[in-house]
């Protein structure tokens, strides 16, 4: 049970880290990038993994915002429902 998850996850987690080391080496070029307040000169393997931080970061924003809409809406339901029983 607990002990096969455990080890399945230590195996995708080995997984993900050498695909991750792959990835870097095969994107270590150093290329410009240009932004508001100057110029940087960065590997793209970097670039890309800051790309895919912010987009999930991101979207991981917006589901908070849904989340929270949800539960608000969820919350004057229940209320309503509780009114509703009273009577």
Avoid: T
């Avoid at 399945?8 to 792959?22: E, G, K, V």
């Avoid at 991981?60 to 915002?65: D, E, M, S, V």
């Amino acid at each position: 049970g607990i002990f096969i998850m455990r080890l399945l996850s230590s195996i995708f987690l080995i997984l993900l880290i050498i695909i991750a080391i792959c990835f870097s080496l095969l994107n270590a070029e150093v290329v410009s990038v240009n932004y508001f307040l100057g110029k940087k000169d960065l590997p793209l393997s970097l670039i890309l993994l800051i790309a895919l931080f912010l987009g999930c970061l991101l979207g991981f924003l917006a589901q908070i915002k849904v989340s929270i809409k949800q539960r608000y809406q969820n919350h004057v339901l229940n209320k309503k429902i509780n009114l509703l029983n009273q009577e």
